[in-house]
C-alpha cells in the first residue's frame, strides 16, 4: 500500500523584515515579523510526499524536478526527522495506525511560478513540504505547531502556513517552541490590498540571506536600533491590518523595508541588495504619494524589498492601474509579467520517485 498527499503553499513578502537570528540551529529570530502573503492561485508551492515501505532505504527530494540531498542534520532533514517522529508518537498511541513513519520517503515540489519572477521560493517551498508530510502523517497538529517545524527548514516559511495576514513571533523560550506563526486577519478580510511584483533583475542574489543577516548580526551597530522600534511596528501595523488603514500600513511597510536596507549597508563589509533601477522605483513612488496625499489626503501604494533589487508593491485596487502606468512610463523596458505557468502534481513526478 502507498501512502500519499499532496499539499499547496503560497509565497509570502514580509512588510516587517526579518533580519537576524539569535539562534541559528534552531532558526529563532531577533525580531518578530509579519508578512502578506501574495495570491496563492498565482504564486505558491506544491509538494507530493508519498511513502512506502517497497522504497529503497532512504529518503528523497526533488525540487522542480532536480534531487536535492538530504544532509543529515541539515534543515530539510530536521523537518522530516521532526515530523516522522509526531507521527511516530501517534502510531506508539494507536496500535490500529500503519507504522508509515518507518517507511522510506520520496518527496517532489515544484513552484508554479517561474524562477524569471525574482522571489525566493525557500518560503513557499518549506512550507508545502511541512504540509504535505503533515498530510501524509495525518498529524493532529495545528498550522501554529507546523510553523515551528517549517520555521526550522527557513525562517520565512513558518509564514507560509497561513494564508492572509501572518505574523512571526519572535518567542522568548530557548527552545523555540514559541516561536511561532499566528493568523493576523484572514485574505477575505482586507481584499482590496493589491500586490504587483516589479522583476528588476531575475539574476540569483549575491548574498544570500542567510549569510547576510548573520553577518548583520555580527558586525552592525544599527541593528541594535531597529531591534528596539521593531515591537512597535509590529503593534501598529497588525492594527493597521485589522482597521484596513492603507496609510498606516504604508508608511510602515516603507519605513522597514528601507531601515532593513540601511541595516545591511551598515553590514561589514557592507550589503547591497538594491541598485539603482530599485531606487529609482522608491523615488516614483514617494513622488506618486507625494501627489496623491496632497490631492486626495492618502497614500497611492507603498514599496518593499526583501534581499534583492526586485519591488514588490502593495496598494488599494483602485490605485493599481495608475502605479502600473507609471512604472510603464518611467520603466518603458519593463516586460509584463508572464502568465503563471501552471504545474500538475502527480503527473509531474520526477523520474526516480517510484524507487
Ligand atoms: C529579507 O527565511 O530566507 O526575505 O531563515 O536563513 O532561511 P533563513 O532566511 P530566510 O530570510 C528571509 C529574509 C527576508 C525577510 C523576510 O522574509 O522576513
Redesign the pocket.
Same mark, same amino acid.
Given at each position: 500500500m502507498v501512502y500519499e498527499a499532496t499539499a499547496t503553499a503560497p509565497v509570502?513578502?514580509?512588510v516587517?523584515?526579518?533580519?537576524g537570528?539569535r539562534d541559528t540551529k534552531l532558526?529563532l529570530p531577533t525580531n518578530s %515579523?509579519l508578512?502578506v502573503t501574495l495570491d496563492q492561485d498565482h504564486l505558491r508551492s506544491t509538494t507530493t510526499s508519498r511513502a512506502d515501505a517497497a522504497f529503497e532505504a532512504g529518503d528523497r527530494l526533488w525540487l522542480n524536478g532536480k534531487e536535492e540531498s538530504i544532509k543529515e542534520g541539515g534543515?530539510l532533514w530536521t523537518c522530516i526527522k521532526e515530523l516522522r517522529g509526531w507521527r511516530a508518537a501517534e502510531e506508539a498511541k494507536d496500535a490500529a495506525k500503519p507504522k508509515i513513519s518507518t517507511f522510506p520517503l520520496r518527496i517532489a515540489s515544484y513552484n508554479n511560478f517561474p524562477t524569471a519572477a525574482g522571489l525566493?521560493s525557500?518560503?513557499s517551498g518549506l512550507a508545502a513540504l511541512v504540509a504535505s508530510l503533515a498530510a501524509l502523517y495525518e498529524l493532529p497538529q495545528s498550522p501554529s505547531d507546523l510553523s515551528r517545524i517549517a520555521?526550522q527548514?527557513?525562517? %520565512?516559511?513558518c509564514?507560509s502556513l497561513f494564508g492572509g495576514y501572518v505574523a512571526?513571533q519572535e518567542g522568548v523560550e530557548a527552545d523555540g517552541s514559541d516561536s511561532l506563526a499566528v493568523e493576523v486577519a484572514p485574505r477575505e478580510h482586507w481584499p482590496d490590498l493589491h500586490s504587483l511584483i516589479c522583476v528588476v533583475s531575475d539574476a540569483k542574489k549575491g548574498t544570500?540571506?542567510?549569510a547576510g543577516?548573520q553577518q548583520t548580526v555580527q558586525t552592525s551597530p544599527l541593528l541594535q536600533a531597529r531591534l528596539k522600534v521593531v515591537p512597535q511596528r509590529m503593534t501598529d501595523i497588525s492594527k493597521a491590518i485589522l482597521d484596513k488603514d492603507f496609510d498606516t500600513f504604508a508608511k510602515i511597510t516603507m519605513a522597514d523595508s528601507n531601515q532593513?536596507h540601511a541595516v545591511c549597508l551598515d553590514t561589514q563589509p557592507p550589503i547591497f541588495y538594491l541598485n539603482d533601477v530599485s531606487r529609482g522605483v522608491i523615488a516614483l513612488v514617494e513622488e506618486l504619494n507625494r501627489a496623491h496625499l496632497e490631492a486626495t489626503g492618502h497614500l497611492l501604494a507603498a514599496y518593499t524589498f526583501?534581499?534583492g533589487p526586485n519591488a514588490v508593491i502593495y496598494a488599494p485596487e483602485a490605485n493599481i492601474a495608475t502605479v502600473v502606468a507609471a512604472v510603464n512610463k518611467y520603466f518603458p523596458q519593463a516586460e509584463a509579467f508572464p502568465d503563471p505557468f501552471k504545474v500538475g502534481t502527480a503527473a509531474a513526478l520526477p523520474a526516480g520517485f517510484n524507487e
Open positions: 509570502n513578502i514580509a516587517i523584515k526579518y533580519w537570528k532558526i %515579523s508578512s534543515r525566493a525557500s518560503a520555521r527548514g527557513s525562517g %520565512s516559511a509564514r512571526w544570500s540571506s542567510t543577516m532593513f526583501d534581499a
